[in-house]
């Protein structure tokens, strides 16, 4: 590995976003309005960068040494240095293949999904610049780096979530999204400052190393560290949609679904995930990966139980995706973050498949999502049906498929950590099946409940969407048994044993019962949705206070709304402005200006220009002072 | 003599102007625009002969003026004011070009008044003598005065008298203080042989903050800004913004902090916080505002807050950043005004509801918005965020206050991307309202207005080394002023403890944090040399320009 391969893998996408940005702004219409140019430019770009990463992966494998560059100084002084540097090792090396290989084959999917629409060669630079700042996210070799991509992908994320500006629900969905990671954010700009602080560097190994050396600054005493790693878990928790701050991430499916598929469910929102499997020394000293493991498998439960009752099929997606995130918080949590990321991996082919199938559905039926108005789409679309059912036997842990390796071994590692957390997480994977069948069962089997003039356009989708598709059904399916086999003697774990710290809690209990328990668990969440929803459709559902409770999510939206929302905006037009400013501030100034304006006008009478009564002043003074002497002195 | 002719040749092209007004408008914008940009040419000398390895003043001339009086025409730049210079020779020829259209009536007037307030910018940021400063700062208000009062909206009487009073205000006391070290200088204004303890260095610390806290604006001083914008010109708003608001922190940097520095330590924890309640205050009230400029306005408010915030910092990197910010800020809320007066040229509104949609209609005027718009929030890559960051940084790790006020400071960077989003979103996006269909997207000029400031916006977020590193010594000096005082009260204890944690550390090993408070490691002795030695260096360098006065 050189520092070129790396430059060129990470320039790659950013030369794509600068020449398809200056053909979007461009008059020429035969340059603006060439789909093929910009399509082909922007994929090719991302496989310019996926080569490289199977180079930089190749060379890693064979053994080579973690690569640790700087490139240039970036901020610097006499007593601070942040500087644009680079590290690929194992788990570098692994998001790369991930973020370039779901994303190359997302954007060749692009290329027909997107066809005809206005915004094309703007939809191909902003994806290609989301390439280019995650790139950046995994491959900094310091804090600040990362957080750079980090802020990168927020901003093309916003960007591609209001993609379609027009529409003022994606707009609004884009402003809160990045408005919600900017909250994350700030814990993460804090626990930078904090490690800063502490170890005067923000190098991951001069931390890591000095950390586990037990040589730093310790800024706030025995819990500097817990500090550290919570405020930056804060950062994890907005990018990662986790509770409370996951509310972004549902309203973010306004974007193009491919959007969705590649930075909603397999890159973007997995950063923080990264972010901790990427500081598991400082979790692992500081004890804080408990705190991880609860608000993971909290989310993990409670975004599952929402997604039971969604008739929205990307937002049960979207749903699916918190819960899922909330399973890696839960692996990194525990210790196990090995498994952590490798259900990341799986996740990023599984979940972003079935992003892809639901937007082939969409193609097909006019952006129709509502499931409601779906049903028996298996004769029409019978490619999008088979690689949908993959990815959800995925996602549902059926024995064997890529979603059972990964789950169950964060499951297992749940168990040395807390029984209790394993339950909740055994429960989740039952919802999980649960409304993934649900979802299967509505859209694709039974009654067609979709409207003749749609019904008439139903098509499977063209081969540029549709081969993606199935190759990404591969990966989804058998990633886990390749990279899985042998629990944690698999080839993942011991390809990433370099990076990660030993965990605290050894996993325990027999692995072969785990793995029943978890497929039965898995099988049983099918059979239920199959006993529900084989012939009944959502509408039919009886309806109660829970039901009605889960319909409106649990009204988070609302109550943020009411409680933060609002009393910010009318607090600041009221009180800060019109009163405070407005009332108070320029009140003072300008009572100020009357005060003067009044004594001035008021002298200004002695003033009158007539000599009489100059005369008359003067003898009046004269009179005055001569009594004073006279009559005092 | 170069320094010279950088802030005289606009004078130069104000008696032209005033002798060829009659060939018309035309010939009167080109002279303005040739001064402007030879003005800029000539100070990019200044650039390239500056020496970065030394805090010492460059470019220095002294010339007898009215020794009477004590005064003398002393001029020089250093790392700081080097950019403010260059800020103002850059952001002048913009408004010239900004301003070619949109003038109807007056324009050799205008034009004259621009160049003369440029000459009266570049002044205050070399003036080395503090009569000198003093009569620059003075003269600046009355160019500025007409800019606003002649060309401004329909409040604009009301607005210019609240700016001139306001800012008169804080310069009177500012009178007195100068008067006051005039006479614990030897009857001398020269900057340079100042040298403290001050007698009344509280109230003559109080004299100088308040006359810039009002420039700033900072918190509650700020009222006269949203006015004095929204009325004047776009030209006017950009220098407005651009450079007279970095007079203020200008003067904090260069005379409170290194002049005072008891004093200054003894109100940080009462500006500290005003600082921080300008950067969320501003952040809420710009979030609410109906009009662009009134928003912009506020931004500053906010933005400006952070700059304060750092300076106070006592910190290397809190004060560079601060320094830099001065630049980012002229940047970017300079690029904000060009972009709300050419919106306002084609639709004659700056009310947000009134637009919507533009985007689609306004591609090119759209994606340049949107950048200065990220450079505003402080997006990495993009210039604002290096200066926040350092400022927040060194505000957090040298402990000068309690870092929870570094805390609210983080969350205004929250704020920051509510406001601006939000306005965003409703000028560009959603659907275009019929009566903005006829819009046109910018022209070649206007495009070759902006580009340069995008230009430096990714330059300085993407390689600051450049500019970083000729502000380096010259902050370093004002930190070694600002951190060697002798231990006394509050800021005494807070050197104390810092050397000690920085001496545990030294027996770790790390360098970077070592070099991180340098001054501390080994107490008095090698700060206090490094002041003298400074000090001396400048003793001498003004005794043999006073030499060579004498042989001329």
């Known amino acids: 590995m050189t520092i070129e391969l790396i430059v060129v893998l990470l320039v790659a996408p950013l030369v794509g976003f600068l020449v398809n940005g200056l053909l979007g702004l461009s008059k020429n219409k035969g340059l603006k309005g060439n789909e093929q140019l910009s399509g082909w430019i922007g994929s090719l770009a991302v496989l310019v960068s996926l080569v490289c990463s199977i180079i930089a992966f190749a060379s890693l494998h064979g053994g080579a040494a973690p690569f640790d560059e700087t490139l240039y100084e970036w901020i610097t002084g006499e007593s601070f240095a942040f500087n644009i540097g680079f590290r690929v090792d194992a788990l570098t090396s692994v998001m790369l293949l991930v973020i370039t290989g779901v994303g190359f084959l997302i954007h060749v999917y692009s290329i027909g999904y997107m066809h005809g629409d206005e915004g094309y060669t703007r939809y191909f630079a902003y994806l290609n610049l989301f390439i280019f700042a995650m790139l950046i996210l995994v491959l900094g070799n310091n804090y600040l780096m990362m957080f750079v991509g980090w802020e990168g992908v927020g901003l093309c994320s916003y960007l591609l979530i209001g993609f379609w500006y027009e529409k003022q629900t994606a707009t609004d969905a884009g402003k809160k999204a990045f408005i919600v990671n900017r909250i994350g954010d700030f814990g993460f700009l804090l626990g930078m400052f904090t490690l800063f602080a502490a170890f005067g560097t923000l190098d991951f190994t001069s931390i890591f190393d000095a950390a586990e050396a037990d040589n730093f600054q310790k800024v706030f005493g025995a819990s500097t560290l817990v500090i550290a790693t919570l405020l930056l878990f804060v950062g994890a928790i907005g990018k990662s949609a986790q509770i409370p701050l996951y509310v972004w991430l549902p309203d973010a499916m306004e974007g193009p679904t491919p959007v969705s598929a590649l930075i909603h469910a397999a890159t973007m929102v997995t950063a923080g995930v990264y972010m901790i499997a990427r500081s598991a020394v400082l979790y692992n000293i500081a004890h804080t990966g408990e705190v991880v493991a609860w608000i993971g498998v909290l989310t993990a439960f409670f975004a599952a139980t929402i997604a039971l009752t969604q008739n929205d099929i990307k937002r049960i997606l979207a749903y699916s995706t918190v819960s899922q995130l909330g399973y890696m918080f839960l692996g990194v949590g525990v210790g196990a973050y090995a498994s952590g990321v490798f259900h990341l991996v799986t996740h990023a082919f599984f979940k972003g498949l079935m992003f892809l199938t639901a937007g082939s559905v969409m193609h097909a039926m006019a952006n129709e999502l509502d499931m409601r108005r779906m049903g028996g789409l298996k004769a029409k679309m019978p490619i999008t049906h088979w690689t949908f059912l993959v990815g959800a036997l995925a996602i549902a842990g059926f024995p064997f498929l890529s979603g059972f390796w990964s789950k169950d071994e964060i499951l297992h590692s749940a168990w040395g950590s807390s029984p209790i957390i394993y339950a909740i997480g055994l429960v989740t994977a039952f919802l999980t099946a649960f409304y993934m069948f649900r979802l299967i069962f509505v859209t694709f089997y039974g009654e067609s409940r979709v409207e003749p003039e749609v019904d008439s356009h139903l098509h499977e989708s063209p081969p540029v969407m549709w081969v993606p598709l199935a190759i990404l059904a591969i990966p989804s399916a058998l990633i886990g048994l390749l990279l899985g086999w042998g629990g944690h003697e698999s080839w993942f774990h011991h390809f990433t044993k370099s990076v990660f710290p030993e965990a605290h809690h050894e996993a325990s209990g027999n692995v072969i019962l785990f793995m029943v328990i978890s497929s039965v668990v898995g099988l049983a969440g099918i059979a239920f949705a199959w006993s529900r929803y084989r012939e009944r459709t959502p509408s039919e559902e009886p309806t109660n206070a829970l039901h009605k409770l889960l319909v409106n999510k649990y009204y988070v939206d609302e109550v943020y709304n009411a409680l933060i929302v609002q009393p910010i905006k009318n607090g600041s037009h009221y009180l800060l402005w019109r009163i405070v400013d407005n009332g108070i501030i320029d009140g003072i100034v300008n009572g100020i200006g009357s005060i003067i304006r009044f004594i001035g006008g008021t002298l200004r009478r002695l003033q009158t220009g007539l000599v009489q009564v100059y005369i008359v002043s003067m003898v009046l003074g004269i009179v005055l002072f001569l009594a004073y002497y006279l009559f005092f002195l | 003599m170069l320094l010279s002719i950088v802030i005289f040749l606009p004078l130069l092209g104000v008696i032209a102007i005033a002798l060829l007004r009659g060939l018309g408008a035309s010939a009167v914008k080109g002279i303005a625009l040739v001064i402007g940009l030879l003005t800029f040419i000539v100070s990019l000398g200044l650039y390239t002969g500056f020496d970065a390895t030394t805090a010492t003043f460059q470019n220095v001339t002294q010339q007898a003026w009215i020794p009477g009086l004590g005064t003398s025409y002393h001029i020089g730049i250093d790392g700081i004011s080097l950019w403010l210079v260059l800020l103002t020779t850059f952001l002048t020829p913009v408004c010239i070009l900004a301003a070619w259209n949109s003038i109807e009536k007056g324009i050799s007037g205008f034009m004259m008044s621009l160049l003369a307030l440029e000459t009266g910018m570049l002044g205050v940021f070399c003036a080395l003598d503090l009569f000198l400063f003093f009569v620059f700062w003075e003269s600046m208000l009355i160019p500025m005065y007409f800019l606003i009062g002649i060309w401004g909206g329909e409040r604009r009487i009301y607005a210019t008298v609240k700016f001139v009073l306001y800012t008169m205000a804080g310069s009177a006391l500012m009178l007195v203080g100068i008067l006051a070290l005039y006479l614990q200088n030897n009857n001398s204004f020269d900057l340079t042989t100042l040298s403290g303890p001050f007698e009344h260095s509280h109230l003559l610390f109080l004299a100088f903050f308040i006359a810039f806290a009002i420039k700033v604006p900072l918190f509650p001083f700020h009222t006269w800004l949203p006015d ?325």
């Open chain 2, 228 to 552: 004095a914008h929204v009325e004047a010109p776009t030209a006017g708003s950009v220098i407005l913004a651009g450079v007279l608001l970095k007079m203020g922190t200008y003067g904090i940097i260069r005379f409170c902090l290194p002049l005072f520095p008891d004093a200054a330590a003894e109100f940080t924890p009462l500006i500290v916080p005003l600082a921080v309640i300008g950067i969320i205050y501003g952040a809420l009230v710009a979030m609410v505002q109906p009009d662009l400029k009134k928003l912009v306005a506020y931004s500053s408010v906010s933005h400006l807050g952070f700059v304060v915030l750092g300076l106070f910092s006592k910190s290397p990197a809190g004060i560079q950043g601060s320094v830099l910010q001065m630049i980012n800020h002229g940047l970017s809320t300079g690029a904000l005004f060009l972009l709300v007066g050419m919106i306002y040229e084609r639709r004659h509104s700056r009310m947000i509801v009134d637009f919507g949609g533009l985007a689609k209609r306004m591609p090119i005027f759209a994606t340049i918005f949107m950048v200065v718009t990220l450079s505003s929030i402080g997006l990495p890559g993009l210039n604002g965020f290096v200066g926040e960051y350092m400022i927040l940084l060194g505000s957090f790790v040298q402990g000068a206050f309690s870092k929870i006020y570094v805390v609210i400071a983080t969350a205004g960077v929250i704020l920051a991307a509510v406001y601006m989003l939000w306005m965003f979103q409703r000028v560009m996006f959603g659907t275009l309202d019929k009566t903005n269909e006829a819009l046109p997207d910018l022209n070649a000029r206007e495009i070759v207005v902006m580009l340069p400031i995008l230009l430096f916006i990714v330059w300085i977020g993407v390689y600051p080394k450049p500019f970083l590193s000729k502000i380096e010594k010259s902050v370093g000096l004002v930190v070694t002023q600002v951190q060697t005082e002798p231990a006394m009260g509050r800021a005494g204890e807070q050197e104390n403890s810092s050397q000690q944690s920085v001496v545990s550390n030294q027996q770790n090993g790390d360098t970077l944090l070592k070099s991180l408070l340098p001054d501390s490691r080994q107490p008095m002795a090698d700060s206090q040399y490094t002041e003298l030695a400074l000090r001396g260096t400048q003793r001498v360098q003004h005794e043999k320009i006073e030499k060579e006065a004498e042989t001329k």
